[in-house]
């Protein structure tokens, strides 16, 4: 019997985080069930709540290697000013090449998120440094949220939102 | 282990930058959070901070696994620290360096009432993969902490005394490592307490304020006998309004005329707190602090912890040195002209010159003993060594501070431009001399039994 697979909606105030220029956590695992980490330049939220989450290759080759292993992703999003996050988790995710589409909007939340962090506190050029990214070597992951989780730092974080 | 070492990316472990934590269920599930602070143990161990019993927490008692990406903050360069985890500790130097640095992020943040450290988790660093990507070049003309240090330790061997010591190591700080706000504590003969000898920069001299043991990070390193550091202002950490209250808490009479105000910043955004030892034992802190945020990082720690060390050394040799004085046995007649009066109660030893508080404790009674003995034979010269063995001044078996002690009163007869002084006459020896005539009166001498 085939299982189904409820997708998780994001809310609106969620979808908003997630492209208003925040930090982009991106982990999976490996063959032997060690966890991998890597960081997303920005998000695109799309139609039916796909996440595409925009990354550079020669940074995250150990995440790309895992989502080509069909292995399960997680993303976390979180927003500078006020720490609110939350997290994403999927069985699988596929790996795209960037379009055209991707790249204003990714300037778009780059420069957004590097005023969140000056705004508290870091210098332009920690900002800027830790926001770079080269176009050229962009590519997307697309996943569909099976479960969604609540981050932001307190007594909620890790409950799981109702789908 | 790979080429890259733990030691060389401690700057990344400063907690400027979040750094990203992620582990995987027993089943494989991923999860994924930033995470306030990593620490660095050794050059084979890290420790990240449990707060909550959270996924992350789940998922490393089920694996024991963990990656941690970390930012230098400077170069901007990312770095994967791929981790095992080993045990967690809930109390101890470790813990309570990590909770210290916490409540400074957390208060940063404004999330001062969520965190809260429960426990130090230590994990071997597996291996240390650099990720590629842009580079900011690193300022090429920072100062070097070792010259600093060399030369800060290099002017402390040529202090003569106590008192030269603790006033050279604060100038030092200023002089070598352009540290402007500095203090030398010393751990008191009543148990808890710490109390200022020397301090630079501040526009009052606060000799005499006292710190509880536990309080603030002067306490905590006391305490635990581990360098305690702060990147970011607290409250959970501050000293000052909060004294009082934590005295009445540790059950201690510390009533607001016996209180010297703590000399500390309004505002410290970083401060800094090593031990001073003697054969292991604590006997003082040094301080710093700055308004500027993260001024003390792993480095700056390493250095002044050499330079704490180095004047813990100097204080043991210097005491061998004035161990055998003998006293001279100079007298000088009560001066005519002029008189103070100065009141001395038993219950806590305090002194008050003119109705005005001046010490209490060990040097309070040291001063009493002084005058007492000055209105009965005349005498003006005294060694360290007849008060060490002196029973009425209820000294501990091992008075390491009474030096110190001689130090906080001299300086705080200086600051009251009084009639009285207490001047040095050589190694282990020390003369009072009062310029006007000092009348005694002891209110509670019925009342204590000594």
């Known amino acids: 019997m085939p299982t189904a697979i409820s997708h998780a909606q994001l809310p609106g105030d969620l979808v908003a985080l997630a492209q208003g220029g925040c930090g982009v956590s991106i982990a999976s695992g490996d063959d032997n069930g060690a966890p991998v980490v890597g960081l997303g330049v920005g998000c695109r939220i799309m139609p039916g709540s796909v996440v595409r989450v925009l990354l550079g290759q020669a940074a995250n080759a150990a995440v790309l290697l895992a989502v080509e292993l069909q292995r399960p992703v997680a993303v976390t999003f979180t927003a500078t000013r006020d720490h609110s996050s939350f997290q994403v988790k999927a069985s699988h995710a596929r790996i795209c090449p960037a379009c055209s589409d991707d790249l204003p909007e990714m300037d778009r939340q780059s420069v957004l998120f590097q005023d969140g962090l000056v705004e508290i506190g870091y210098s332009r050029v920690q900002a800027a440094g830790y926001c770079a990214y080269d176009p050229a070597d962009l590519v997307a992951l697309e996943l569909t949220p099976e479960r969604v989780f609540t981050q932001t730092p307190g007594p909620g974080a890790g409950a799981e939102l109702p789908r | ?450």
């Not at chain 2, 400074?104 to 990720?131: K, M, N, P, T």
């Not at chain 2, 006391?222 to 000052?240: K, Q, S, V």
């Open chain 2, 1 to 450: 282990m790979t080429g890259l070492r733990i030691d060389g990316l401690r700057r990344a472990l400063e907690g400027v930058m979040a750094s990203v934590l992620a582990t995987c269920d027993a089943d494989g599930i991923p999860n994924v959070s930033m995470i306030s602070q990593v620490h660095y143990v050794d050059p084979e161990h890290v420790a990240l901070s449990y707060q909550f019993f959270n996924k992350t927490r789940r998922n490393v008692m089920a694996t024991r696994r963990a990656i941690v990406l970390v930012t230098d903050p400077e170069t901007l360069e990312h770095f994967r620290l791929s981790l095992s985890y080993e045990e967690t500790q809930i109390g101890g130097p470790l813990f309570e360096g990590m909770k210290a640095k916490l409540a400074g992020i957390a208060s940063h943040h404004g999330v001062e009432d969520v965190f809260r450290l429960l426990g130090a988790d230590i994990y071997r660093v597996q291996s240390i993969e650099a990720v590629p990507g842009p580079v900011v070049l690193p300022v090429a003309n920072r100062p070097s902490l070792l010259a600093a240090t060399r030369r800060t330790c290099s002017a402390l061997d040529g202090c003569a005394d106590l008192e030269e010591l603790l006033d050279c190591v604060t100038a030092c700080l200023e002089r070598d490592f352009g540290i402007s706000w500095s203090m030398v504590l010393m751990a008191g003969a009543e148990a808890g307490r710490l109390y200022t000898v020397a301090s630079h920069g501040y526009p009052h001299t606060g000799v005499g304020a006292e710190v509880a043991l536990g309080e603030g990070v002067i306490g905590v390193a006391a305490r635990e006998n581990a360098p305690i550091r702060i990147g970011h202002m607290t409250r959970e950490y501050r000293y000052g309004a909060a004294i009082s209250d934590a005295a009445r808490r540790h059950g201690i009479v510390c009533d607001a005329p016996r209180l010297i105000a703590f000399p500390g910043l309004e505002a410290p955004r970083s401060q800094i707190a090593l031990p001073i030892t003697e054969g292991g034992v604590v006997v003082g802190v040094l301080f710093a602090e700055d308004d500027e945020i993260n001024r003390f990082g792993y480095e700056e720690e390493d250095a002044l912890a050499l330079v704490a060390g180095h004047v813990g050394a100097r204080m043991s040799l210097l005491r061998q040195d004035a161990a055998d004085e003998v006293a001279g046995d100079a007298t000088a007649p009560v001066a005519a002209s002029g008189q103070v009066t100065l009141r001395y109660f038993r219950l806590d030893q305090s002194v008050f010159l003119e109705n005005e508080y001046l010490i209490k404790g060990v040097a309070g009674a040291i001063l009493w003993r002084l005058l007492c003995e000055h209105r009965a034979t005349g005498r003006t010269e005294f060694t360290t060594r007849e008060l060490r063995l002196d029973p009425a001044l209820r000294l501990p078996a091992h008075a390491e501070n009474l030096d110190a002690r001689l130090i906080l009163l001299r300086k705080r007869l200086e600051e009251r431009s009084a009639c009285l002084r207490i001047e040095k006459a050589g190694r282990g020896r020390f003369r009072l001399v009062a310029a006007c005539r000092v009348a005694l009166e002891e209110p509670d001498a019925g009342e204590v039994a000594v």
